[in-house]
């Protein structure tokens, strides 16, 4: 298929630009006195003191973060449950910041990292409620659940050039696992379950090509070039995603269904993360080589809306009415009021 723009080789000097943009966002940080929101539209409030990367569960009630091995902390993944936190994994196994839950809020899913075939690399399976830590397979990553089948899930095997390389469905129990695509990395599965995203190498070009392969018919659409990280929108026809084309850092939406033509949303951005009930996306604006904030705009394009002044990684809630993200001195959440 034909995309409608022109591919730039790639250039060290805009790798080491986007590089640079990337660590900025994700360790900026806020003073205390800087958390009052930009609008009146949502209350800001600190739910835990440490952590990063918050994950809300399905239904808002639970949410998984993780921890970098502190004084105070042990390294791990962590679950806040109203106001106690309990600590899900310490020690063996690591993980790879890849956690998710399934669609039922009864698990976590991650991955390991670790020598390939070894007994805690791989991907792993998290009861909320026992606690108890299932190996489903001892190399891959990047899992992502069915949304309406806690059973299933995918995730991407290692980049080895082997039987084991490319994208898996695999079941919990029975224990099964089928290789639906011969290549690929970072799959994410859409709300409607009906179709799987993920990312392949392109030789020489800056980031990722992103695909969008349809699971009744295994048909592969190619969708966009320049890519990092992205997002399904809501309706399941679109994604939502970071082009690092040229060294900048763009929001772009492009549809997943028909004959691309991708949209710009936003100059100047990182880290979409849909809303899964409307048309619109968290993301953090960035001001130069600098986090500015977390910013929602419409996906039709238009105003964008500042959030807060700092913070990274946004996460809304299923229903819309919170956003969760991480900044200086744990994390946060922003609450609806209007």
Not at 200 to 228: C, K, M, P, R
Not at 278 to 284: G, L, S
């Amino acid at each position: 298929m034909t995309l409608h723009w022109r591919m730039r080789l790639y250039s060290p000097v805009s790798w080491a630009l986007l590089s640079f943009f990337c660590v900025a966002s994700f360790f900026s940080g806020c003073s205390e006195d800087e958390e009052t929101p930009a609008t009146k539209s949502w209350e800001r409030a600190r739910v835990v003191d440490f952590g990063q990367r918050p994950v809300p569960s399905p239904d808002g009630n639970l949410l998984a973060f993780a921890a970098e091995g502190t004084p105070n902390h042990t390294a791990g993944i962590y679950l806040l449950r109203a106001n106690t936190v309990v600590q899900l994994t310490a020690g063996s196994p690591p993980h790879s910041w890849d956690y998710v839950w399934s669609g039922d809020g009864k698990y976590l899913a991650f991955s390991a990292p670790g020598e390939v075939g070894t007994e805690n690399a791989g991907i792993w399976v998290i009861d909320i409620e026992t606690l108890e830590l299932q190996q489903l397979w001892d190399r891959g990553s990047a899992p992502t659940w069915d949304p309406d089948d806690s059973n299933v899930l995918y995730c991407a095997g290692p980049e080895d050039g082997t039987d084991n390389e490319g994208i898996f469905r695999i079941s919990r129990n029975p224990s099964m696992r089928i290789r639906i695509a011969e290549q690929g990395r970072a799959p994410k599965a859409s709300p409607d379950g009906q179709r799987v995203a993920f990312q392949i190498e392109q030789a020489n070009l800056q980031g990722w090509a992103l695909h969008a392969l349809a699971l009744d018919s295994l048909a592969d659409e190619l969708v966009a070039y320049f890519t990092s990280s992205f997002s399904w929108a809501w309706d399941s026809q679109q994604l939502i995603y970071e082009c690092v084309e040229g060294g900048a850092l763009d929001l772009y939406a492009v549809s997943a269904t028909s004959h691309p033509s991708r949209q710009l949303l936003v100059t100047g951005a990182s880290m979409p993360a849909a809303f899964l009930q409307e048309d619109r996306a968290a993301f953090v604006k960035l001001s130069g080589a600098s986090a500015a904030g977390i910013w929602i705009i419409p996906l039709t394009g238009g105003e964008t809306e500042q959030l807060t002044a700092t913070g990274t990684r946004p996460q809304p809630t299923s229903d819309g009415r919170a956003v969760y993200f991480e900044d200086e001195g744990g994390i946060y959440i922003l609450n609806r009021v209007l």
